[in-house]
């Protein structure tokens, strides 16, 4: 399994991105798929998750903000993110666990909410 992860960048506070992870390989298998994020100096966090039966779970922090979503057609899961602000700036990482628990991770994708 490889996860690719993409759309990160520089928007002003209060703007929106989408942050996109191609999944490919054996994305059958996968049963979660997680997007977390690391901030500068900081340990990496639970953002949020999607399970292949469309169940989501959020962060208190971006609950309400950010909506994780997962195109089966085309292997991949988003992360809408709006209402940015500076305490969002980080990279972002997704991860998937398959149906033998093991996680996969992507590289990750850099979020900078500057004005």
């Known amino acids: 399994v490889q996860l690719q992860a993409s759309g990160g960048g520089l928007v002003q506070p209060g703007g929106s991105l989408r942050l996109s992870c191609a999944v490919s390989?054996?994305?059958?298998?996968?049963?979660?798929t997680i997007w977390y994020r690391q901030a500068p100096g900081m340990q990496r966090k639970f953002v949020a998750s999607?399970?292949?039966?469309?169940?989501?779970n959020y962060s208190d922090s971006v609950k309400g903000r950010f909506t994780i979503s997962r195109d089966n057609a085309k292997n991949t899961v988003y992360l809408q993110m709006n209402s940015l602000n500076s305490e969002d700036t980080a990279v972002y990482y997704c991860?998937?666990?398959?149906?033998?628990?093991?996680?996969?991770w992507g590289q990750g994708t850099l979020v900078t909410v500057s004005s």
């Open positions: 991860n998937a666990v398959d149906s033998s628990w093991h996680a996969y």
């Open positions: 390989g054996s994305s059958f298998r996968i049963v979660t």
């Open positions: 999607v399970t292949s039966g469309g169940s989501t």
